[in-house]
């Protein structure tokens, strides 16, 4: 019986044993930098779209069935991989991007879940996958900025670097804990060149303030030159001032006696000086008493007599005054009645003169109509007798040429006469020497040299013509010419 105890509870122990193993064995736990994922059921987990196939625990244990599930661990310690990126700026300047992107698989069940998926067994690879986004994605922002951005704003192209990764990274189940932009190496020296004019600048101020400090220096150890200079001087100063108060004690020790002589003096002097003051006083009292007094009194009179007159004569001016005002008013208000009444009478005789004149001048108007139609009347007539008369003279002259010639010579025989005898108008001496036959030659050769006779006659000729072809081509005789006669040379002795 004791041996069957003892077999049970061998049994019982191996048993017991054999259960906490079993369940040692089928327990799992996640520890807190782990993700455990069991596959090989199917389970929903929150968040989780249906029919994924496995089971994410993070923090805590599960029971696991050996044969039937696979347990497997994902990491979620951080991982951190180094960026060195070449890269060209939107100036084509290249650059070397140096940095350090600091990651980790994110702690809820989606990103865990694509991390799974992605990198379950290749966890190793996940630093190269990350610098491969951050490369390509770096690349293309340092293309759209200026070396001048990149080094001003920093924080601004690591923004944009985790702005452009972070859709990527949450595909990939991962979050970016930092990311850091160490360094951007300029193989080209731009950055240096770009540096120059400000160290350039910098230098310049060092050396300004170094001469300004220089130049304070001296001016300083200057001041602290003069201001030793001030203090030999003054010392000398007063060394000569006590000097000066020793020699005047001395000269005044020496002169005591002849002092206390002078100003025994002195005060007899100023006693004397006030007997003479008060006597004086006294005289210029006696006199204001005496003689001033009683002018005083006199003008005051004489002051007082001249005012009165004087407002007298003022109260009877204003009185004239006012007289002559109130006199000047009513001779005006006179002169304005009166104007009144002129210009009245004026106003009207102007209309009576106006009434007038327009009445003359209608009168006048029609007088001149009247005169001026018979003055045109008048001048019809004549014109048309004058027409008539051109046009007779014109059928005489085309009938008998010759005729009419010599009746125009005959009528201005006259002129022809004048003309000719004009040419000795200036002659005062003329010697004959055949006497009347002399005469008769000289006046001959004057005529005809005058252009008398036949020259006129011809000229009288033409002008008929051109008159008779201006009147309806008709000739005319009524125009005569005077030819201007000739000088006669005659031999005076």
């Known amino acids: 019986m004791p041996m069957v105890v003892g077999v049970v509870a061998g049994v019982a122990v191996v048993a017991v044993l054999g259960l906490i193993g079993l369940f040692k064995m089928m327990w799992r736990v996640a520890e807190p930098n782990e993700a455990l994922v069991i596959s090989g059921s199917n389970h929903r987990t929150e968040g989780l779209e249906a029919g994924m196939g496995f089971r994410i625990v993070t923090g805590r244990g599960t029971m696991v069935m050996p044969g039937v599930q696979v347990v497997r661990k994902l990491s979620l310690d951080l991982n951190e991989t180094e960026l060195h990126v070449d890269c060209v700026t939107h100036q084509g300047i290249p650059l070397k991007v140096r940095g350090v992107v600091i990651f980790k698989v994110g702690d809820d069940f989606v990103s865990i879940a694509n991390a799974a998926r992605r990198f379950l067994d290749q966890q190793k690879l996940m630093s190269e996958r990350v610098h491969n986004v951050f490369a390509g994605h770096l690349r293309s922002i340092v293309g759209g900025l200026t070396v001048e951005d990149m080094i001003r704003d920093r924080e601004k192209l690591t923004g944009q670097t985790r702005a452009a990764c972070g859709t990527e990274m949450e595909k990939l189940g991962l979050i970016v804990d930092s990311l850091q932009i160490h360094e951007i190496e300029d193989p080209t020296g731009y ?19 170094q001469a300004e ?72 009292q006696q006199l204001q008493a005496d003689v001033r007094k009683p002018a005083d009194a006199q003008a005051y009179e004489k002051r007082t007599l001249a005012e009165a007159e004087r407002d007298a004569r003022i109260s009877a001016a204003q009185a004239k005054a006012k007289e002559t005002e109130l006199a000047a008013a009513a001779e005006a208000t006179r002169v304005k009645a009166a104007a009144g009444a002129e210009a009245e009478a004026t106003r009207a005789r102007g ?51 010759e005729a009419v010639v010599a009746q125009q ?43 008398t006779g036949l020259g006129l006659a011809r000229q009288l000729l033409a002008s008929m013509n051109q008159n008779g072809q201006s009147a309806n081509g008709s000739p005319s005789l009524n125009g005569t010419a005077n030819p201007p006669a000739q000088r006669v040379p005659v031999e005076e002795k």
Request: hydrophobic fraction near 50%; glycine fraction near 6%; avoid cysteine.
């Open 191 to 209: 950055i240096k060149n770009m540096a120059m004019p400000h160290a350039a600048a910098v230098q310049r101020d060092a050396r300004i303030a």
């Open 351 to 401: 209309e009576a003169t106006a009434a007038a004149t327009l009445a003359t001048g209608e009168a006048e108007a029609a007088s001149a109509q009247a005169r001026g139609l018979a003055a045109a009347a008048a001048a019809k007539a004549q014109g048309l007798a004058e027409a008539e008369a051109i046009k007779a003279r014109a059928a005489a002259l085309a009938e008998n040429q």
């Open 213 to 284: 400090a220089n130049r304070l220096a001296t001016e300083a150890e200057q001041a602290s030159f003069a201001r030793m200079a001030e203090a030999t001087r003054d010392s000398e100063i007063l060394q000569a001032g006590y000097q000066a108060e020793r020699d005047k004690a001395g000269a005044r020790a020496r002169q005591a006696g002849p002092l206390a002589d002078a100003a025994s003096r002195q005060e007899v002097v100023v006693q004397e000086t006030r007997v003479a003051e008060l006597e004086a006083q006294r005289r210029e």
């Open 409 to 451: 010579l005959a009528e201005n025989w006259p002129e022809i006469v004048k003309a000719g005898a004009s040419a000795f108008g200036n002659v005062d001496n003329m010697v004959l020497l055949n006497g009347a036959d002399g005469m008769a030659d000289v006046f001959a050769k004057a005529l005809t040299m005058g252009g």
